[in-house]
């Protein structure tokens, strides 16, 4: 089968009437980052989906705006993910919607910048307009909730927040919790149980305790505030990145469907005026992560550096430092998540190694604004090269000789499919 369509079909098959799950078994539940990347597959495929998809999503908004990280639909028909509905107990909020379970931590906010595709494709203006809306709310809980210091820049509670889970960017903040406060969870995790050779390719259960009991932290607050020394506060520029182009997104879309867009720009001219002094290192030139209560910058060379290309944050001379680390890495298919040189560097362990679609995919976006067309074509097509030779896997050991097989965790993986779709589309969204 060609991979287009090999990868239409996963998005089909994972399909459950309105929404997409991430992938079956392991995730069986509408995951909130995930739905915004598969909408940008499904806009070339099942446009009227795309829309759906969001629009699913954002039922299990909160009445303060929080987005959760995942609506837990149908949650009594399926039990192989672990912390469950009843895990998180989101009625212990008393913003958290009655009909519906979510978890209580969010993740990047990609939606302010997929709504610019809706519009662009056509989508009726009322539909875009509550979109809209939602979204904004989104992001005003941000900023009530999460802003540091008046920056314009937001915090991350929880590495299940960035989305790159056991990045070794998070293992010095996780570090400090002691084993003195962490309960045994081994029996209770699934995620072990629907992927091949978890040893070496999911988190340790020990990374898992420390994830558990952050939850059961945030859970004891009602997910509402955390106290000053919460142990995970972060200032990750892969959220923030996202956050900064969705909120040059909404500015737009805002002005050409007739809304009050002064709070969106003052939140993106607070941020781009401070996003340069928190996260970016000159010395290493790359943007890294800032850990709010050791005060300090996270150095590691891991993917999530280079996210704020997709937003065109660096400058030129940022720029010519960054890519400047490319160039030595013919061996490998671009980019690792974490590089080979990093200490916890681990080739098949999930986000300390592997190379993941998503990311590559904001990478390319971020280039082709650039004009920086030839290392973006390179990313491009060593992401294709390993979805075609491996499946459309969750992801990808970054050693082109490696002589296993290179493709992990989920199969059938829908953001991996969405965004090859859209690769193979050359981010051409037809409009309607
Ligand atoms: C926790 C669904 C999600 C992605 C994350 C990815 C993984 C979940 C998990 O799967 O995380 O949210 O249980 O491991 O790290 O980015 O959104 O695909």
Not at 29 to 41: E, K, P, R, T, V
Not at 380 to 385: P, S, V
């Amino acid at each position: 089968m060609e991979l287009f369509q090999k990868c239409q079909t996963v998005l089909e098959n994972n399909r459950r009437g309105n929404f997409t799950i991430p992938s079956p078994f392991l995730y069986p539940f509408q995951w909130n980052w995930d739905s915004g990347l598969i909408a940008i597959g499904l806009l070339h495929t099942e446009p009227e989906n795309a829309l759906v998809e969001l629009e699913t999503l954002f039922t299990g908004q909160w009445e303060n705006g929080f987005l959760p990280h995942i609506i837990f639909h149908n949650a009594e028909k399926y039990t192989t993910y672990f912390p469950s509905a009843d895990y998180w107990n989101s009625d212990v909020s008393r913003f958290a919607p009655k009909a519906l379970k979510t978890s209580g931590i969010t993740q990047p906010a990609v939606h302010g910048f997929v709504l610019e595709y809706f519009f662009n494709h056509g989508f009726p203006k009322k539909r875009i307009a509550k979109l809209y809306d939602q979204i904004v709310h989104y992001h005003q809980y941000l900023y009530e909730y999460r802003q540091f210091n008046k920056t314009g820049l937001v915090a991350i509670w929880h590495n299940w927040e960035s989305g790159m889970d056991n990045s070794p960017w998070w293992d010095s903040v996780l570090k400090k919790i002691g084993p003195e406060v962490l309960q045994d969870i081994k029996l209770q995790r699934k995620d072990i149980h629907e992927v091949e050779d978890s040893a070496s390719t999911r988190p340790t259960d020990d990374d898992y305790k420390r994830y558990i009991y952050l939850v059961n932290q945030l859970r004891a607050h009602n997910y509402e505030r955390i106290p000053a020394d919460f142990p995970f506060q972060i200032l990750d520029p892969v959220f923030n990145a996202i956050l900064i182009q969705s909120n040059k997104s909404l500015l737009r879309i805002g002005e050409a469907i007739g809304k009050d867009t002064s709070q969106v720009a003052s939140w993106l001219e607070k941020a781009t005026e401070n996003f340069s002094k928190i996260h970016w290192d000159e010395n290493d030139g790359l943007f890294y992560p800032y850990d709010v209560l050791e005060n300090r910058q996270i150095k590691k060379h891991c993917s999530g550096c280079y996210i704020p290309i997709f937003a065109e944050i660096p400058d030129d001379a940022q720029l010519e430092k960054m890519l400047a680390h490319f160039s030595a890495a013919e061996d490998l298919y671009l980019v690792p998540s974490c590089m080979p040189d990093q200490s916890g560097f681990e080739s098949k362990n999930y986000w300390r190694g592997p190379v993941w679609v998503n990311m590559n995919w904001l990478i390319w976006q971020g280039l082709l604004k650039y004009q920086r067309h030839e290392l973006a074509e390179r990313i491009k097509a060593g992401t294709i090269r390993m979805v075609e030779a491996h499946g459309v896997c969750e992801y990808f050991e970054p050693f082109k000789d490696a002589s296993t097989p290179n493709g992990f965790g989920g199969k059938n993986f829908s953001w991996s499919a969405a965004l090859v779709i859209d690769m193979l589309k050359n981010g051409n969204v037809s409009s309607g």
